[in-house]
């Protein structure tokens, strides 16, 4: 991804390989108005013929920037980003796009594009977003777009409250309109397929009480703009075609998946959950062909926003639909959560179209711990995700994964550091700022995970990893990236892309952090890192990332050191 190494250089004032970036400035600390004055001119392949920008399904706190182009066939041409709250007189700088080429992967393909993300953001605001493409070779312009972020959902302000009780349930439940609130008394109800739609203004909500249980299914198929809220539910809720809900603050205890739709829904919001599957934490249960069961939450479709959810006990805690399932996977959010005791992925973010935010969520017991099986070109986004205990691969790059970035990762993991055990060539990644700490490793229900190595990327190709920090209990520091074999820090700092690695160990921490073994189950450690220790200030700043880090650059890993935990699983 050397096209963002050069946009960074441009956002940031230097070279991305340099040292610690700081954000440009028109003297007045807001980066500078985006300039043609070195975009080129020419024709022929080499030159970049721009399409039309867009700013596809925004969510809650981010959006999404797409910049389809043709030509740039040298891979030169880049894209620089300032954002500001409409109306706002201070610009801010985003994070460069990335540079996307076409390609293709299990039976999907993608046109040569810029996408990238703006991240944090505030709900229902408008922003203004300037895109600035330039090209040596031919091919500069400066582009202007406005959208907003969504709203939390919420019941309408002037919404009607309607009592409920198991007698009057389904009578209830067939005339309700838009702003009604639907109000359940204690009580247990059977299984239900709701069959009104709300207004985006307006919502119907479904609301329990203390002792809300209802007995099966909830179904919400084809349904527009309906809130879950409060429900204890033994069984599932299936959304299959909804657009616009909102599942918020059940209780679901399952036998199968927990919150799901089989078919593309779009906007939909799944937060503040608990969610309890049928899965047991042991090694008959890992991998794929293991001895589990069920999704956590599942979604395809664009928009949608899953945070804050606490997921335990299934196959995968939280995952998108894969191959021919896959429809418009792209500008999804999930953030927050809580995920324990997953036997194959955490999160299973396969066949994102681009743009899928994985941002901090702690995994603790985990077969994988975040997967991108494949990415569709990128960029996928794993950001500030804290992982304990995984047991085959933090990162399951496979299925000829492509644009995957990982940003300020923690992971502490059994056998291999950072480990893809695959043949199939995955490529285009670009991670900054993450901590990877193994040991000795061991043969699970038959994988194997390797001796302490802390990389084993040997199907990788055109990576470009710099600014992390790696370790093993073993006390070497060895790999592979690609063909390359390292077996010292200075040697992983002179034959690859690693030229600022630096070495950690289990110290790095402020808490006592004992070496993983798989099993059993673990409680989630404090993975803030040691004041002065070697992960402090060895990071470098990337903007709309990491803006206001604490010294002189920021810390590697998921936390900032002295910062307090984020909240993790329901609010």
């Given at each position: 991804?050397?096209?963002?190494a050069?946009?960074?250089a441009s956002?940031?004032?230097?070279s991305?390989?340099?040292?610690?970036?700081?954000p440009?400035?028109?003297?007045?600390?807001?980066?500078?108005?985006?300039?043609?004055?070195?975009?080129?001119?020419?024709?022929?392949?080499?030159?970049?013929?721009?399409?039309?920008p867009?700013?596809p399904s925004?969510?809650?706190?981010h959006?999404?920037?797409l910049?389809?182009?043709?030509?740039?066939?040298?891979?030169?041409?880049?894209?620089?980003?300032?954002f500001?709250?409409?109306?706002?007189?201070?610009?801010?700088?985003?994070?460069?796009?990335?540079r996307?080429?076409?390609?293709g992967?299990?039976?999907?393909?993608?046109d040569?594009?810029?996408?990238?993300?703006l991240?944090?953001?505030?709900?229902a605001?408008a922003?203004?977003?300037?895109?600035?493409?330039a090209?040596?070779?031919?091919?500069?312009?400066?582009?202007?777009?406005?959208?907003?972020?969504?709203a939390?959902?919420?019941?309408s302000?002037?919404?009607?409250?309607?009592?409920?009780?198991?007698?009057?349930?389904?009578?209830?439940?067939?005339?309700?309109?838009?702003?009604?609130?639907?109000?359940?008394?204690?009580?247990?109800?059977?299984?239900?397929?709701?069959?009104?739609?709300?207004?985006a203004?307006?919502?119907?909500?479904?609301?329990?009480?203390?002792?809300?249980?209802i007995?099966g299914?909830?179904?919400?198929?084809?349904r527009?703009?309906?809130?879950?809220d409060?429900?204890t539910?033994?069984?599932k809720?299936?959304f299959?075609?909804g657009?616009?809900?909102?599942m918020?603050?059940n209780?679901?205890?399952?036998?199968?998946?927990?919150?799901?739709?089989?078919t593309?829904?779009?906007?939909?919001?799944?937060?503040?959950?608990v969610?309890d599957?049928a899965?047991?934490?042991?090694?008959?249960?890992?991998?794929v062909?293991?001895?589990?069961v069920?999704?956590?939450?599942?979604?395809?479709?664009?928009?949608?926003?899953?945070e804050?959810n606490?997921?335990?006990?299934?196959?995968d805690?939280?995952?998108?639909?894969?191959?021919?399932?896959a429809?418009?996977?792209?500008?999804?959010?999930?953030?927050?959560?809580d995920?324990?005791?997953?036997?194959?992925?955490?999160i299973e973010?396969?066949?994102?179209?681009?743009?899928?935010?994985i941002?901090?969520?702690r995994?603790?017991?985990?077969?994988?711990g975040?997967?991108?099986?494949?990415?569709?070109?990128g960029?996928t986004?794993?950001?500030?995700?804290?992982?304990?205990?995984?047991?085959?691969?933090?990162?399951?790059?496979?299925?000829?994964s492509a644009g995957?970035?990982?940003?300020h990762?923690?992971?502490?993991?059994?056998?291999?550091?950072f480990?893809?055990?695959?043949t199939?060539v995955?490529?285009?990644?670009?991670?900054?700022n993450?901590?990877?700490i193994?040991?000795?490793?061991?043969?699970?229900?038959?994988y194997?995970?390797?001796?302490?190595?802390?990389?084993d990327l040997?199907?990788?190709?055109?990576?470009?990893?710099?600014y992390?920090?790696?370790?093993?209990?073993?006390?070497?520091?060895?790999?592979?990236?690609?063909?390359?074999?390292?077996?010292?820090l200075a040697?992983?700092?002179?034959?690859?892309?690693?030229v600022h690695?630096?070495?950690?160990?289990?110290?790095?921490?402020a808490?006592?952090?004992?070496?993983p073994?798989?099993?059993?189950?673990?409680?989630?450690?404090?993975?803030r890192?040691?004041?002065?220790?070697?992960a402090?200030?060895?990071?470098?700043?990337?903007?709309?990332?990491n803006d206001?880090?604490a010294?002189a650059?920021?810390?590697?890993?998921?936390?900032?050191?002295?910062?307090?935990?984020?909240?993790?699983?329901?609010?």
């Amino acid at each position: 991804m050397a096209s963002l190494a050069l946009a960074l250089a441009s956002a940031c004032g230097g070279s991305s390989n340099t040292g610690v970036d700081a954000p440009g400035s028109d003297g007045d600390g807001a980066p500078p108005p985006p300039s043609c004055d070195d975009g080129g001119s020419g024709s022929g392949p080499n030159a970049t013929t721009p399409g039309t920008p867009t700013l596809p399904s925004p969510t809650i706190r981010h959006l999404t920037l797409l910049w389809p182009i043709t030509g740039d066939a040298d891979l030169d041409a880049t894209v620089t980003v300032r954002f500001r709250a409409a109306g706002a007189t201070t610009w801010r700088q985003g994070m460069p796009l990335f540079r996307v080429p076409a390609g293709g992967t299990q039976g999907f393909t993608w046109d040569d594009r810029f996408a990238g993300s703006l991240f944090e953001l505030a709900p229902a605001t408008a922003y203004d977003v300037e895109l600035a493409l330039a090209d040596p070779d031919g091919g500069c312009v400066v582009q202007t777009l406005t959208a907003s972020t969504r709203a939390v959902p919420a019941p309408s302000p002037t919404a009607r409250t309607v009592a409920v009780t198991t007698g009057t349930f389904t009578a209830m439940a067939a005339a309700a309109v838009p702003g009604d609130i639907l109000e359940l008394a204690a009580g247990t109800y059977p299984t239900f397929t709701f069959q009104r739609d709300g207004t985006a203004a307006a919502p119907i909500v479904i609301r329990g009480v203390a002792g809300t249980i209802i007995n099966g299914d909830v179904r919400l198929d084809s349904r527009s703009y309906v809130h879950v809220d409060g429900l204890t539910i033994n069984g599932k809720i299936k959304f299959n075609g909804g657009r616009g809900l909102a599942m918020v603050r059940n209780t679901i205890t399952t036998t199968e998946d927990g919150i799901t739709t089989k078919t593309r829904a779009e906007d939909c919001y799944i937060a503040d959950n608990v969610i309890d599957g049928a899965t047991v934490w042991n090694e008959a249960a890992l991998g794929v062909d293991g001895t589990n069961v069920g999704e956590g939450i599942e979604v395809t479709g664009p928009g949608h926003v899953i945070e804050h959810n606490r997921v335990i006990g299934f196959r995968d805690g939280i995952s998108l639909l894969e191959d021919g399932g896959a429809i418009d996977q792209h500008s999804i959010d999930i953030i927050g959560n809580d995920i324990r005791e997953a036997a194959d992925d955490g999160i299973e973010a396969d066949f994102c179209f681009h743009d899928c935010r994985i941002i901090g969520n702690r995994l603790t017991d985990v077969f994988m711990g975040v997967s991108s099986q494949p990415g569709l070109g990128g960029p996928t986004w794993f950001v500030r995700n804290a992982m304990y205990s995984v047991v085959l691969s933090a990162f399951k790059l496979q299925r000829g994964s492509a644009g995957d970035v990982g940003l300020h990762n923690t992971v502490v993991k059994n056998g291999d550091a950072f480990g893809v055990y695959t043949t199939d060539v995955f490529s285009r990644q670009w991670f900054r700022n993450n901590l990877f700490i193994g040991g000795p490793g061991g043969t699970y229900n038959g994988y194997d995970n390797g001796t302490g190595r802390v990389l084993d990327l040997r199907a990788g190709t055109a990576l470009d990893l710099d600014y992390d920090g790696y370790g093993s209990t073993t006390g070497e520091l060895r790999g592979n990236v690609g063909n390359v074999v390292f077996t010292s820090l200075a040697e992983l700092q002179s034959m690859t892309t690693e030229v600022h690695a630096v070495a950690v160990t289990l110290a790095v921490f402020a808490a006592t952090i004992a070496y993983p073994t798989p099993f059993p189950v673990h409680a989630a450690p404090d993975l803030r890192p040691a004041a002065g220790g070697a992960a402090v200030d060895r990071g470098v700043a990337l903007p709309n990332v990491n803006d206001g880090f604490a010294g002189a650059a920021p810390d590697l890993g998921a936390y900032e050191a002295g910062a307090a935990l984020p909240v993790y699983g329901p609010r």
